[in-house]
């Protein structure tokens, strides 16, 4: 592909069936006018997501004293942040959360537990409050538990858990550079057990921990090869205390085009904007102008500054629908990638 590639022209050659490969010479996308790049991309979201904004909501389940050495993370043991540091939630705080998210409209809720897996115990309790959760309210569930075994997605899904988190971070080339109390391929591997349940995968990575332009579409197009249906997009927030607390911010410009990247490669998933919104101006609206179409939201880190009554306010003036499809009737229910059907 030539560098004075026409945006225009090429979003509709994806909208109608194209896709890109890595075949493809994609240097353009880093050097491309960024607001043709960003209307492209968002031509794409409008047509082939539509206008439905999928909210999600996390909590913290269990937090700190993780194992693994991931650079970028505060929970590690590695680190010294200084975070915070608590054993399982128990099942009335989980649930009630789930609760209030739940009366606030939105998607899905998921917990989270830091580690490598939870302990044989915690997995019970985790089974026991993911039963009650769906028993008692119609929020859809996910959660984000680390590495596990077929058979415990197996009880999650049987439980009533429909999505699995579980971040490829990077590419495979920088990964090692990173994290290596685990592989890449570890990453892929649990995704491959979750989908083989039946479970979507959100998966996705952070940018601005050292890696290059390519780096980010290499993860772009591995995530597409997973048919990834829900991709998050995280900004580092360098941490004191972390290996990669010296790294510069990332610009709102870099931010957008990453996010405008990742749409014109995966046209028809949720790309998810999700932790660094404090790096954006108006918490990443203009992300909602490049392709995303789909937010993690509600009072915690990743979404500093916002709530999801802001959050539904803010998409509510860029004309997008926030109701979730669990409230309407059978028959309305958007049918789209990584929304489901109960």
């Known amino acids: 592909m030539a560098n004075d590639i026409d945006l225009d022209k090429l979003s509709d050659e994806i909208i109608a069936g194209r896709r890109l490969t890595r075949d493809d010479d994609l240097h353009f996308f880093i050097t491309c006018d960024l607001t043709e790049l960003r209307h492209g991309a968002d031509k794409i979201r409008k047509t082939l997501c539509g206008d439905k904004v999928d909210l999600c909501t996390i909590i913290s389940g269990r937090e700190g004293k993780c194992g693994e050495n991931c650079k970028f993370c505060a929970q590690s043991a590695f680190a010294h942040t200084g975070c915070a540091v608590h054993d399982l939630l128990d099942a009335d705080t989980i649930v009630n959360q ?92 649990n995704i491959k057990r979750a989908q083989a349940e039946g479970l979507a995968v959100c998966s996705g990575g952070i940018i601005g ?74 918490n990443g609206r203009a992300t909602f102008t490049s392709g995303a179409s789909a937010s993690i939201t509600g009072n915690m880190l990743t979404t500093s500054g916002s709530t999801i009554k802001s959050d539904k306010a803010m998409l509510a003036e860029l004309g997008r629908d926030t109701t979730p499809d669990w409230q309407l009737p059978e028959g309305e229910r958007w049918d789209g990638p990584y929304r489901y059907i109960r």
């Open 98 to 189: 789930a609760r209030l998210n739940e009366e606030e409209e939105v998607d899905r809720f998921a917990i989270v537990d830091s580690g490598y897996g939870p302990t044989k115990a915690d997995f019970e309790k985790i089974i026991e409050i993911v039963n009650r959760m769906h028993k008692e309210l119609k929020i859809e569930l996910c959660c984000s538990l680390g590495f596990l075994t077929a058979k415990q997605f197996h009880r999650l899904h049987e439980a009533g858990i429909t999505g699995i988190h579980c971040n490829i971070e990077t590419s495979r080339r920088f990964f090692p550079e990173i994290c290596t109390s685990h592989r890449f391929e570890d990453k892929i591997e």
């Open 209 to 282: 921990m050292g890696e290059t332009w390519e780096d980010r579409i290499d993860m772009a197009f591995t995530l597409n090869e997973l048919n990834i249906r829900s991709i998050p997009i995280n900004s580092l927030m360098p941490l004191k205390g972390t290996p990669l607390e010296k790294l510069p911010r990332l610009t709102e410009d870099e931010i957008l085009r990453t996010i405008s990247i990742f749409r014109f490669i995966n046209p028809d998933a949720d790309i998810r904007l999700a932790g660094g919104r404090a790096l954006m101006k108006d």
